[in-house]
């Protein structure tokens, strides 16, 4: 057992409530990091798992306490350590890699001089050396140029980088332990990609140990040796990936795999009823009693303790782990999308549709001149029939949500025409559309904390648009609230609740029903399963699908996750800084061949499998202004022609199966290049 | 948060909510001191006129700067006034006073601060460098001007008080509405093409009400100090009106040797301002404004 470099040993801690209860959030926590291996730490949010990766370096966060157990370090324990002598085991022996690296960075400190001072702190080095240090260290996070990238602030880089030059900083006291909390969250499908393949590699070449964390399984597959899968701050399944990944024994590690949307499946996934309890009121019985499928008495009277299985190296807290192999062998499917009849008739239609963020000058103003010649989205033209489900695909700056919100009326578009119903011209001036235009398009946002008003009940919040469309008052207004509430499947008890009292996946649902409300035509859906849990996701996702089988609504929806757009659309548009690159059926465009840029975003797709590697073809590098000519994705494009890229627009090529690609390379060598790799 | 606990709780009403907020200040040592010093002046406002053992105007030579004795409790003034009764009468007058003139700065003040917030662009920029002129002008010259022109009655002190002290609070007013403005609620009610009135009533002031009550509520003890200063320079009400600013101004010159008639309208006046300034952070700390974190502008 010499190769143990941190154990945590019965580890709970918790706070007091008001009524001086005491409440743990971690609940007899045990586990040992081995030198060189790298643990994924996996929960839905409110699991314990960052609480449990700050107490691995000591650190409790004020207001919460330990209740009992010990983080031993080299034999020390951690969590009773003075903080003098914690100062010099962080940083030097365990590091920490925070979520937003762009935060965690000082903004008017220079990149060198910020890496500069954790090797002052945690080195012997003199100045030459620790300048030599640092472009050692860029060089290895494999930033450009380390040699200028040493003088340039924070907001200068991209948000990869950012994160890139917070593992250097983490790198500079040479760890023997490195903690991440949720480092690639916040990134591009493709940033993140690069910049997993970056931790893995540095776990390799340095030996050190690592504690990943994160609520995202598929990043999790990538680089995890082990994975430890938290529920309401327990351990519930502990083992090898391989084996919790392809065949978790575990009935909560089963339904949230079986919950996240993969790109290899259409059809929506299976969702797992319920939310996880929270702290305080987990009862007596398992804690994951409410939601299991094979749960029997005995699990609601007791607590299973951690089973350990010799043969599998797996740890399991369930009493009926044996019998989820033969259940699941019986519902093993994935619900269908119901093919609904989708009408011919268009319901919107985008006509070379332009917008720009660029002010006018006055001048050119009056002389009508137009001056952005180079707008953030350019030439988009969509057709959009009534019932389907459209979704807008691409990273950050590509233009989707700008879109959205100029098809709501949010933002003026500059040029081209948005067409509602029967060639009617919809303004793009919120102030000149009648009632009815504004009722008939709605929206639904990604986080429900901002889009439902804190201070309103959900019956106020829904009796918005039933008052301001259909002028309901009283009794009618009320039975109206509650079968809204019924579609949405929360009880009529909802009515007199505030937001801050509903879960991330019941605010989600209000946010649904508000827009259902209105009893509007199309929905515009920007990100909203982004801000929420993946079983909840899924919940989200099927509630949607019903919905549009009940009242025929059109969707268009705006995501950065392929997978859940795979799930959930009919036609998938992807767009690259503000232009389109491919625009067809779902599964022509999840199909080759495809459009450079879809191939790499395809390629980018973490799976909770770790079989099914990314394949990073593209430069991972950002563009901050889409090409004055040629083609937008000339940049990146791993496939470039040379100059006629450079110069000239790409044609539309219209395949059989209705798959546009705008493409300079012709289909066929697209797909010969595509199938070959 | 315990859900299943939630669900019994009922919509509160108005006055089960104003009770709640009261408790939790009163459960803090400064709140309840605070509360009860506020309490204790507002009840002597009220029940003054039953009170008073004199007459408030009731002139006589004879009992000219008597000491304070079992007769005169707090003694008499150069003109012969029993200081005890006119220091609570006094009471009254400031705190009706600048009690409305506060609910007119919170008026206009947080209306102003709401309507620009929201609209932005060029009217936000017109409107708030007016006000950035205003705050630049001493406002005790202002005043002056004001009193001096149209006269010291209560109709016109209450309203020109009210707006020198609503220039902060639209400053207040408009930042607590730029915290909400950017919320995606606003959007979508904006997107459903809700009026900007509906917008503002529905949306904007339920969210930025506590903030600017609070603010009102610093305003308030604030006001009251204007306000004495302005009766200490013989602009406040007119005598023989019993008023603690007056009555320190009258018997300032007779501080060596009558004391009494300078400490008793002294202590009232700064205990009613501590009052004041205790039961505002108290509110503050009551609805979850961190008054320390957040300096008003």
Known sequence: ?677 | MEISKISEEKQKNLLSKVLEVLKTMASRPSGFIGLSILAFHILLAFLSPYLAPYDYKAIDPSLMLQAPSSEYWFGTDSLGRDVFTRTIMGGRTALTITFFGSIIALLWGGLLGIFCGLVGGKIDDVVMRIVDAFLSIPWILAMLLIVSLLGTSTEVLIPALGFFYGKGIVRVARAATHDVIAKDFIVSARARGHSNFSIIWNEIIPNVRDAILVEGAMRWSWMLLGFSSLSFLGFGVSPPTPDWGLMISNARGLMSFAYWSVIAPIVGLSSLIIGINLTADAFAKALGIDRSTKAPV
């Open chain 1, 1 to 677: 057992m010499e190769n143990i470099i941190h154990s945590v040993k019965n580890l709970s801690i918790g706070f007091r409530s008001k009524k001086n209860d005491e409440i743990s959030i971690l609940r007899n926590v045990t586990t040992n990091i081995k030198k060189g291996e790298t643990v994924g730490i996996v929960g839905e949010s409110g699991s314990g798992k960052s609480t449990l990766a700050l107490a691995m370096m000591g650190y409790v966060k004020q207001g919460l306490y330990t209740i009992e157990g010990e983080c031993l370090f080299e034999s020390s324990n951690l969590l009773k350590m003075k903080n003098k002598d914690l100062e010099q085991i962080r940083g030097r022996k365990i590091a920490m890699i925070p979520q937003n690296a762009g935060q965690s960075l000082t903004p008017n400190l220079k990149i060198g001089y910020q890496i500069d001072e954790a090797l002052r702190l945690h080195t012997k080095f003199n100045k030459n050396e620790r300048d030599k240090k640092i472009s050692e260290l860029l060089n290895k996070v494999r930033l450009p140029s380390p040699e200028t990238m040493a003088f340039r602030y924070p907001h200068e880089l991209s948000g990869g980088q950012q994160q890139r030059v917070a593992v250097a900083m983490a790198l500079a006291g040479k760890p023997d332990l490195l903690l991440l909390d949720e480092p690639t969250t916040g990134l591009d499908v493709t940033t993140q990609a690069h910049v997993l393949e970056l931790l893995k590699f540095i776990a390799k070449d340095t030996g050190t140990s690592m504690v990943y964390v994160s609520h995202d399984l598929g990043a999790i597959a990538q680089v995890s040796d082990r994975i430890i899968v938290m529920y309401a701050g327990e351990i519930v399944l502990e083992g090898p990936a391989r084996s919790i990944l392809k065949s978790p024994i575990h009935p909560y590690t089963y339904g949230l795999l079986k919950s996240i949307p993969k790109l290899s499946l259409s059809g929506l996934p299976d969702s797992m009823p319920g939310s996880q309890p929270q702290p305080g009121n987990i009862g007596i019985g398992c804690s994951f009693y409410d939601r299991c499928k094979i749960a029997e008495d005995k699990c609601k009277k007791n607590s299973p303790s951690l089973e350990h299985i010799l043969e599998l190296q797996t740890s399991v807290r369930c009493f009926n782990y044996k019998n989820l192999k033969k259940f699941n062998d019986k519902i093993n499917s994935i619900t269908q999308k119901k093919n609904i009849s989708k009408g011919v008739n268009e319901i919107l239609n985008l006509t070379d549709v332009s917008i720009s963020y660029a002010k006018q000058k006055i001048l050119d103003q009056i002389l009508n001149k137009i001056t952005d010649t180079n707008p953030t989205v350019k030439d988009i033209n969509i057709e959009i029939k009534k019932g389907e489900t459209i979704a807008l695909v691409g990273e950050s700056g590509s233009g989707k949500s700008t879109i959205l919100k100029s098809i709501a009326g949010l933002l003026k578009i500059k040029d081209g025409k948005i067409k509602f119903e029967n060639d009617r011209v919809l303004s793009s001036d919120l102030k000149k559309r009648d009632s009815n235009d504004l009722r008939a398009i709605q929206l639904i946002f990604q986080n429900p904390d901002e889009s439902l008003n804190p201070n309103h009940t959900v019956e106020q919040i829904l009796s918005q648009p039933l008052k301001l469309y259909f002028s309901l008052t009283g009794n009618e207004l009320k039975k109206k609230v509650a079968e809204l509430l019924n579609k949405v499947r929360l009880g009529e008890f909802y009515m007199t609740r505030y937001p801050r009292q509903l879960s991330g996946g019941e605010k989600q649902r209000v946010a649904v029903a508000r827009a259902f409300a209105a009893k509007p035509d199309i929905i515009l859906c920007d990100e909203v399963t982004s801000a929420l849990d993946v079983s909840v996701q899924a919940a989200v996702l099927n509630l949607l699908q019903t919905l549009k089988e009940d009242f025929g609504t059109t969707y268009i929806f705006v995501s950065h996750d392929l997978a859940v757009v795979r799930a959930i659309s009919d036609r998938v548009a992807v767009l690259y800084q503000g232009r389109l690159c491919e625009i067809g059926p779902s599964k022509n465009v999840y199909q080759f061949p495809s459009h450079p840029y879809t191939e790499v975003l395809l390629g980018a797709v973490l799976e909770p499998d770790p079989d099914i590697k990314p394949k990073l073809v593209a430069k991972d590098i950002v563009e901050e202004k889409p090409p004055e000519k040629g083609c937008c994705f000339q940049g990146r494009c791993p496939r470039i022609l040379g100059d006629k890229c450079k110069n000239e627009t790409p044609p539309w090529q219209i395949g059989d199966d209705g798959n546009a690609i705008r493409c300079h390379i012709s289909v066929e060598d697209l797909k010969k290049n595509q199938i070959k790799k």
